[in-house]
């Protein structure tokens, strides 16, 4: 079980939430695609990337 105390409360969540996330090709278009995100935390979206992995 973790515990955090509040000064170190967001920097144990950043690392926890700081993850690569499996979007479906099936889910996306081949242009027009829009990504909605929403931060509660005062980070910077915009340094959100989709990136396509090769196998």
Same mark, same amino acid.
């Given at each position: 079980? %973790? #515990?955090? =105390? ?6 144990? =969540? +950043? ?5 690569? #996330?499996?979007?479906? +090709?099936? %889910? $996306?278009?081949?242009? @027009?695609? $829009? =990504? /909605? /995100?929403?931060?509660? %935390? @005062?980070?910077?979206?915009? @340094?959100? !990337? =989709? /990136?396509?992995? !090769? +196998?």
């Amino acid at each position: 079980m %973790w #515990y955090f =105390l509040p000064s170190t409360c967001f920097e144990k =969540l +950043r690392e926890i939430v700081n993850f690569r #996330y499996h979007v479906p +090709r099936s %889910w $996306l278009k081949p242009s @027009g695609n $829009l =990504l /909605v /995100v929403f931060e509660e %935390w @005062g980070g910077n979206p915009t @340094g959100i !990337s =989709l /990136v396509r992995r !090769s +196998r």
